[in-house]
């Protein structure tokens, strides 16, 4: 997925953490295979190809990772959206035909492409921090990218695993910290001139150096969400934030003023 993973398991030996790490790389490439746009004999790639021309089939996995991200967007009012490149802004999955019969998908208008971005290292994580769990682990912190985040059970030495929202221009420089035990962080975000997420309202770029960090319980969910409360104003996140139990969140704002930067917490949910 482009990034890097890391898993920290405080109570496992080293000869078992390297069973675990072994089939949790095995588990993590199998995951990108199906969701990754770029690897051409890959699920999602497959996908992005073949739905313009007729109804296409969806494998099993796909077809729940796309069920999970149609709740998301129904959750959060539109503001999530994997749907990107139609002519017309302000419509994406609203453009996609799902026979949940035949199991296949239909992009309804040229030039969809659907990207899983950051939802897909979310479900990821889901799935290693339950294969942990199975496997009898009972403390461990995995990171992918430092953007997702999630943990399980306490940290070794106290109740929860302290969590910082990290200076973009300072490393090191923690700008709040979160309190996870069996809970997960994603962060949202834009560098400075390097915009990427779109508005799926308006098909604009969100502008700005800005990020937001979000808690929920499950990793996905933080991600979806961490993206939704980005592209939302303000006065609406309230209403979307109550359709995720245990969510907080908080904002920072970046300004730059005579070579350097000064940061700002904009909001902040709790």
């Not at 400075?192 to 799926?200: E, K, L, R, S, T």
């Amino acid at each position: 997925m482009n990034t890097r993973f890391c898993m920290v398991l405080p109570a496992v030996n080293v000869r078992e953490g390297m069973v675990l790490a072994r089939h949790t790389q095995a588990l993590l490439r199998e995951q990108e295979l199906m969701m990754s746009r770029f690897i051409p004999e890959g699920d999602l790639a497959t996908l992005n190809r073949t739905a313009t021309h007729g109804p296409a089939p969806v494998s099993d996995r796909l077809w729940q990772v796309l069920d999970t991200c149609r709740r998301h967007q129904r959750l959060t009012g539109g503001a999530f959206d994997i749907a990107q490149g139609a002519r017309r802004h302000g419509h994406g999955m609203d453009l996609l035909h799902f026979d949940a019969a035949a199991r296949t998908l239909h992009f309804t208008e040229p030039g969809i492409e659907l990207d899983l971005g950051g939802i897909g290292k979310g479900i990821a994580v889901d799935l290693v921090r339950q294969y942990l769990i199975e496997q009898g682990v009972e403390q461990a912190l995995l990171s992918f990218g430092e953007s997702s985040v999630a943990v399980i059970g306490a940290h070794p030495a106290g109740d929860y695993w302290p969590i910082g929202v990290e200076h973009l221009h300072e490393r090191g420089r923690s700008l709040h910290r979160f309190e996870l035990r069996d809970a997960a962080m994603s962060t949202s975000g834009n560098r400075d001139g390097q915009a990427h997420i779109v508005i799926p309202a308006s098909g604009k770029l969100v502008e700005g150096c800005t990020t937001i960090s979000v808690t929920s319980p499950g990793a996905a969910d933080a991600e979806a969400l961490s993206t939704a409360l980005f592209v939302l104003p303000a006065a609406r996140r309230a209403s979307v934030l109550q359709n995720y139990r245990g969510a907080q969140a908080v904002e920072f704002a970046y300004l730059k003023r005579d070579a350097s930067w000064t940061v700002e917490k904009r909001w902040q949910h709790e």
